[in-house]
């Protein structure tokens, strides 16, 4: 199997397994938190980890979204943080969060707490996690967005679905195309769900580089419908002139070969991934006159930090609105997506990004 070099792994790949609760951290005894007295304003609270943990550092960008936000909403609002030392101090800290007279919590963001979060039935104060629990939550004071590696998957395989359909198609399959790698293993099982839900056919095949020289072959006999690359990019572009140029290719951000730091490495895997439809949030893909505030802001992070960092504006955006108690919402300029909810269907914000094909050394929005 290819071996990633640690260097170039996603960033969102370390997120993504820390979120998911690969990486943990140890548990303190004690509720932290550092409240100023009474304002007179609206106080929205964050849920973070402990500063020495690694979900703290890899979530940097997202805290200075959510406080530039905030300083822009200064006059009526007051953003305050609480520490969650681990999962089971969840209601206590929400508890103290309600004494304190928060009118919002936004986090946390860990796959254990934010599971927690969602299994209680009641909620002393309305919370905005920030990741994706695996069941709805009851509580009518619950909504959750985030980043997931499942939220891109469905997207991608319904766009890869819409771009393939025709009688040309009938009965063909898709092929998923993954590593031996964790995160592409978590991708892959991902587009499997979203496409057995949808009823159309695929296999999964993990790609040695010894298959290299075969594959061209093999997918040619095959009559497959596309190719759903559940990879890096790096990984993919060294894949992709060996498949068929005629099968059309799909991928989410994390194979969006504009979407890392090194600008060369980027420029060469764009051309060698000619045409892959992938996604991107609007803040980078768009030129709406809407995000031009924090273009300076976000020029000075990593491709992948802007993406945090749209998501922290987005979630502190989201949850003021949330405020005004609508059981619906639209937001179709949020940085990091189009986002809707609707709380007579379920808990869950839906976040849209901007579709995006690759071309030579850029990427261009349709």
């Known amino acids: 199997m290819f071996l990633l070099r640690l260097k170039s792994i996603h960033c969102l790949v370390a997120l993504s397994l820390i979120l998911s609760g690969l990486f943990g951290f140890s548990q303190a005894a004690e509720v932290q938190s550092n409240i100023p ?6 106080k929205i609270a964050l849920f973070t980890a402990p500063q020495d943990s690694p979900i703290y550092v890899a979530t940097q960008s997202l805290r200075e979204g959510i406080a530039t936000a905030a300083k822009e909403d200064s006059d009526r609002y007051q953003l305050v943080q609480y520490t969650l030392q681990n999962s089971s101090q969840v209601l206590q800290l929400l508890e103290q969060a309600a004494d304190d007279k928060v009118q919002l919590v936004i986090g946390p963001i860990s796959k254990e707490a934010v599971e927690t979060v969602a299994s209680l039935s009641y909620l002393p104060v309305p919370v905005l996690a920030l990741n994706r629990p695996s069941e709805s939550s009851p509580a009518e004071l619950f909504l959750s967005i985030d980043l997931s590696a499942e939220g891109e998957a469905e ?10 359909a025709g009688s040309d198609n009938a009965g063909k399959n898709f092929v998923i195309l993954s590593t031996n790698n964790p995160y592409d293993e978590k991708l892959a099982r991902a587009f499997e769900k ?21 594959i061209k072959q093999e997918m040619r006999g095959k009559g497959l419908r596309g190719v759903l690359f559940a990879m890096s990019a790096e990984q993919a572009s060294l894949i992709r002139p060996y498949i068929p140029l005629e099968l059309p290719v799909f991928g989410t951000s994390y194979t969006n070969p504009m979407n890392q730091a090194d600008d060369m490495a980027a420029k060469t895997q764009a051309n060698d991934l000619l045409g892959l439809v992938t ?3 609007p803040a980078v893909a768009s030129s709406s ?4 505030k924090y273009k300076s ?3 000075e992070l ?8 749209a998501l922290g504006v987005d979630a502190w955006n989201l949850g003021k609105q949330w405020l005004q108690w609508e059981k619906k919402g639209e937001f179709p300029e949020g940085l990091s997506g189009r986002l809707s909810f609707n709380k007579d269907l379920d808990s869950r914000v839906r976040r849209t990004m901007e579709k995006v094909v690759v071309k030579p050394e850029t990427d261009t929005p349709e």
Do not use: C, W
């Not at 007295?37 to 609206?42: E, L």
């Not at 006159?289 to 031009?292: I, K, L, R, S």
């Open 37 to 42: 007295a009474y304002s007179g304003k609206i």
């Open 155 to 164: 997207e991608i395989v319904k766009l890869a679905i819409e771009n393939t």
């Open 194 to 214: 979203e496409l057995a839900a949808a009823g159309v056919g695929y296999e999964k095949r993990h790609v040695s580089k010894e298959q290299l020289a075969y």
């Open 279 to 281: 996604l991107e949030i």
């Open 289 to 292: 006159p809407q995000f031009a």
């Open 297 to 299: 802001q976000m020029e």
């Open 302 to 309: 990593g491709r992948d930090q802007r993406h945090l960092f």
